[in-house]
């Protein structure tokens, strides 16, 4: 891992001066709230590069006394050198993994969207076992789940399921979740025993509080219709869900609430996201050509993640991670240790890219 440059460290320490003062200083509401986000984005980078420029400036003054004609002083500066060499590198690492630059999507709520692929109503099975182990997780993490539409299998689980979950830093930890995941287990349906193959894909989208996506009137065609989910008389009498198409994209979402008013807002809401994610896929994908530090989150046709269950074995094929504890990861008690090394891995190759291009 190569040494952070003192000029990069004093950049940075001097920004966050540079922003606390002006904190300080102006009256104007918009900035103090931009400037306020940055103060709390710095500090604990600023913390840490302060640190790590003192420890350097130690050393080298200990280094100095060690060879001086004091001969007390010196061992003394001698133990205090080595204290601190063998300081300095866990420090370095801390730092160049708070100068990885954020995926500005990082803390943004998601909207979470499961469906069923190859495999029938095994397929919609599995689709119901990700939802629950993704509901779980967000539990567990003290996020906030709320479904925003079901399509329930002909015999449980789910044909499709559309959810949002919010939380503190939600798209930062599951937006590796993207992708088609594979599930290989016996049937309950299966008299013979034999283990059959599936599949549901998970989309992971950011949901920012304010997506800044210009949606003309012109490149949308709305449509009314009958709701078709559960709600007696009021339903079956009242067109009140909304279909909205994108038609430069082909892009169609919908909302089959009682209100038709509440459901433009949300399928429009819908389209904004989905018109969003697809900038954020271009963007990334124009940047996966220019380096190579992707570990390949955010396809949905990607084969991430294998769960055989004879085998108790879970697979994710981008890290050549395996783990035998299927029961509890899809249980959503273990997930956290497989997203971890997603995570670990990307921040890996992200350090190799910076010392590339240091």
């Known amino acids: 891992m190569a040494s952070i440059p003192n000029t990069r460290l004093e950049q940075v320490v001097d920004r966050f001066d540079e922003v606390e003062a002006r904190m300080g200083a102006t009256t104007d509401s918009d900035e103090i709230v931009a400037l306020s986000k940055e103060h709390a984005d710095l500090k604990p980078v600023a913390d840490k ?13 200990a280094e100095a006394m060690m060879n001086g004609s ?3 002083m010196a061992e003394l500066a001698a ?27 990082d803390k943004a709520d998601i909207v979470l969207e499961v469906r069923a692929g190859t495999g029938g109503d095994e397929a919609a099975l599995f689709a119901g076992d990700l939802f629950r182990m993704y509901s779980r997780y967000a539990q567990l993490q003290g996020w906030k789940v709320e479904v ?26 599951l937006k590796w979740e993207s992708g088609v995941h594979r599930v290989q287990r016996v049937p309950e349906t ?27 009137q012109e490149d949308i065609r709305i449509d009314t219709m009958r709701s078709s989910g559960a709600g007696g008389q009021h339903v079956n009498t009242t067109d009140s869900a909304v279909r909205i198409t994108h038609l430069p994209t082909g892009i169609v979402t919908t909302s089959s609430e009682k209100s038709q008013h509440v459901n433009r807002e949300k399928a429009m809401e819908q389209l904004k996201i989905r018109l969003y994610e697809r900038e954020r896929e271009e963007k990334d994908s124009a940047r996966a050509e220019a380096r190579k530090d992707q570990i390949g989150s ?17 697979s994710d094929h981008r890290i050549n991670l395996t783990l035998y504890a299927l029961d509890k990861i899809i ?6 240790e497989v997203i971890t090394s997603l ?9 190799a890219a910076m010392d590339e291009n240091a």
């Open 298 to 314: 955010g396809d949905r046709s990607q084969k991430v993640r294998t769960y055989n269950f004879p085998e108790n074995r879970v």
């Open 70 to 72: 004091d001969k007390e």
């Open 343 to 351: 995570i670990a891995e990307d921040q890996a190759r992200k350090l």
């Open 49 to 61: 590069a302060k640190l790590l420029l003192d420890l350097r400036a130690e050393l080298k003054d």
């Open 190 to 216: 299966e008299s013979g025993g034999r283990i059959h193959t599936s599949a549901a894909t998970v989309a992971v989208l950011p949901a920012p509080e304010n997506i800044e996506i210009e949606v003309r």
């Open 148 to 173: 925003i539409s079901i399509s329930e299998g002909d015999v449980g689980g789910y044909k499709e399921i559309i959810a949002t979950i919010s939380g503190d830093g939600v798209f930062g930890r």
């Open 331 to 336: 249980a959503g008690d273990k997930l956290d």
């Open 79 to 105: 133990d205090e050198f080595y204290d601190i060499k063998e300081r300095l590198p866990a420090l370095e690492k801390e730092v160049q993994l708070l100068l990885i630059p954020k995926d500005v999507d």
